[in-house]
């Protein structure tokens, strides 16, 4: 019973007649199309700024004016000789860094205990991602209350307890000021680091896991061995963000502590708005913020290589 | 007492009765196949004797002592092969095979020497410093199975460890396996749905269906002396024939016993059937003919002879010939339950 061929098999043909193609069928029109909006926006609002804040940081020009003439160089030889320029990159590096270490060790604990089964389990879940949903200017006035020189509910706890002896002036010491900018950080950060490193746990092939458990490990040796290596790429990606993410954070610092104490907790966002918007010279403040620049490159080539890694990698 | 006992074991999954109800001994140095189709229950009994599952109920003990409360994996003196392999990505083969021993706490010296002797075992020292994405699908097979070795395990769980290589590979790797197996005389517990793999390897096979274990014995017992229908269509490729003789009788025939009748001797105890053909598979070494007994009204399911080649009688397609079977090859089974007849019961695995 062989399949037998109708005479006059009809072509099957689209539905259009032939020689008339739309914008749909001609990719070399639709692809650049359909990316138009997104670019435009890129350049208007993002590219635009960005090359005239580095025109800015090379002349004197100041806000509320028009007026732009050419300084060179001068702007940035001033800054080097700023300590509190230095001050505001060391606060810089020191915020990233130091908030980020302490998110991989809480995000990873966290994914650790979120990954297995407990009564509440979704609940806790979406809770955890609160801090980091939740719009910064809120969260920061709840802990500018938290930190409060005179209602503290830290101090007062800690007081109960018998824990502290004398007060906590928390914006009032450039030191505490500095704990208080870095616990608000890693509590914006760490839930979603925890909720990226949770699915790559759940990534990690389950027989793996259970091989694991059949060649004797125990949760240690598991844990170092088997799971934060497997993890390493997506621990990476997680933190690579965080560090973006407070590098250029306003936010925090100024709602927290406006740079203060004796601008001492100034960072490179904080310290070009105080200087370029609120001490109207724009051309100061342009230069500060582009010293951002190269912190951002590095951490952004970072984050392609190790993206890049986990994806031909395991 | 087997080395490895299972008592009345139940895994309920919510209403899903996953293995209902089994009961199995496996002596020292055997290899066991647990054979059945996918859902069966093998694998998950399986996992419930390597510990990564608890059971519902009952009872299971290696090498006499109790294990399904409280003992974990590595407390049971047992390795395990993944269908996957499950080795670890990161981890160079030397690596990944000496994970055990390290996990053991020995020394640098003696893991050294233990995993290049496991490895050299499998043939596969020259590729002790690549990583498993460097290896084929069968040099991966190797080290997951020199992982396994490197402890001196009393018990091998072997979860489908040959499905994943090649058709050609897989006569080979089975050979090899078995030989391995024998020379180290360890206790095996070898899980797949390949039945063809399940007689080569097995020293006995349990054939398992909807969480029970409807039969074990070895090769030449389940294949000859089938307990139900169940256990006489899944083994045999292509199944046992299936008729209806009577409103309670089933008969069944192997597709390499039903042959032309001109092939048997005149005198021979045979019982004869019209087979009309509907088509001839060509196969090299065997002719399967596809038809229906004349004797018979049904026309959904075709009956199956397998002609070897030896045998040159034409057979042409639409033609009507005389089969015949002989009389001691036929095996009678109850309509209702589909237990087998002529037996006074499944074989008991306890003395009670």
């Keep these: ?314 | 007492m087997g080395y490895v006992e299972i008592r009345d074991l139940h895994k309920h999954f919510g209403d899903v009765r996953a293995v209902n109800g089994v009961n199995l001994s496996v002596e020292e140095g055997e290899l066991l196949v647990l054979l059945g189709p996918s859902g069966c229950g093998k694998t998950t009994l399986m996992r419930m004797i390597a510990g990564l599952e608890v059971p519902t109920s009952g009872e299971i003990y290696i090498g006499g002592q109790r294990v399904d409360e409280n003992v974990p994996p590595r407390a049971r003196g047992i390795a395990m092969v993944f269908q996957s392999y499950a080795l670890y990505p990161h981890k160079t083969a030397f690596e990944n095979i000496a994970f055990p021993l390290e996990a053991m706490r020995l020394a640098r010296e003696s893991i050294r020497e233990r995993v290049v002797r496991s490895a050299q075992m499998f043939g596969i020292e020259r590729l002790l410093g690549r990583r498993p994405r460097q290896l084929s699908g069968g040099e991966r097979q190797r080290v997951a199975l020199a992982r396994a070795v490197v402890r001196d395990p009393k018990l091998f769980l072997l979860d489908e460890p040959l499905s994943n290589l090649d058709a050609k590979l897989r006569a080979v790797a089975r050979f090899e396996l078995k030989q391995l197996q024998r020379q180290l005389g360890t206790t095996t517990i070898y899980v797949t749905h390949d039945q063809v793999e399940a007689m080569g390897l097995g020293d006995r096979i349990a054939v398992m269906d909807a969480g029970r274990i409807r039969q074990i014995g070895k090769p030449q017992e389940v294949y000859d002396d089938p307990a139900d229908t169940f256990v006489a269509t899944f083994l045999g490729s292509p199944p046992m024939n299936l008729i209806e003789q009577d409103p309670h009788t089933i008969v069944g025939f192997r597709p390499e016993a039903f042959l032309p009748r001109s092939v048997f001797d005149p005198a021979e105890d045979v019982v004869t059937y019209s087979l009309r053909v509907r088509e001839v598979e060509y196969l090299g070494s065997d002719r399967l003919v596809y038809g229906f007994l004349e004797e018979e009204q049904r026309t959904d399911q075709p009956v199956i002879a397998a002609v070897p080649a030896t045998i040159t009688v034409p057979i042409a397609e639409g033609e009507v010939y005389e089969f015949a079977v002989p009389r001691r090859a036929l095996r009678f089974f109850d309509r209702n339950t589909g237990r087998r007849l002529e037996r006074a019961g499944i074989v008991r695995v306890f003395p009670t």
């Design chain 1, 1 to 314: 019973m062989a399949l037998r061929r109708p005479a006059e098999a009809p072509f099957l043909a689209p539905a259009v007649r032939p020689g008339r193609r739309t914008v749909a069928d001609r990719e070399s029109i639709l692809g650049p199309l359909l990316l138009a909006p997104a670019l435009l926006y890129v350049i208007l609002l993002v590219g635009v700024p960005f090359f005239m804040a580095i025109l800015l940081s090379f002349s004197s020009a100041v806000a509320g004016g028009l007026e732009f003439s050419w300084v060179g160089f001068r702007n940035f030889q001033v800054l080097l000789s700023d300590s509190q320029f230095h001050r505001a990159l060391q606060n810089t590096l020191r915020f990233m860094l130091v908030s980020q270490l302490l998110v991989m060790v809480l995000a990873t604990a966290a994914a650790h205990v979120l990954d297995a089964a407990f009564v509440g389990k979704r609940l806790v879940r979406s809770l955890l991602l609160l801090p980091w949903a939740a719009p910064v200017a809120l969260s920061s006035m709840a802990w500018v209350w938290i930190f409060d020189s005179t209602f503290s509910v830290i101090n007062w706890t800690a007081k109960k307890l018998g824990l502290l002896q004398g007060w906590w002036y928390w914006f009032g010491d450039p030191g505490l000021a500095t704990v208080a900018i870095l616990t608000v950080h890693v509590w914006r950060t760490f839930p979603f680091a925890t909720v990226v490193i949770l699915a790559g746990m759940s990534a990690i092939p389950q027989e793996i896991k259970e091989a694991a458990l059949m060649d004797g490990a125990g949760f240690w040796r598991r844990l170092f061995h088997v799971n934060l290596p497997m993890l390493l790429p997506v621990v990476a990606v997680a933190v690579l963000f965080g560090l973006v993410f407070t590098a250029t954070d306003f936010s925090v610092v100024w709602l927290l502590t406006r740079g203060g104490p004796y601008n001492s907790t100034h960072v490179l966002s904080t310290l070009a708005f105080q200087r370029g918007v609120l001490g109207a010279s724009l051309g100061q403040g342009a230069a500060v913020a582009i010293f951002l620049l190269p912190i951002l490159l590095v951490v952004a080539v970072l984050l392609l290589r190790v993206a890049r890694r986990a994806e031909v990698g395991a």
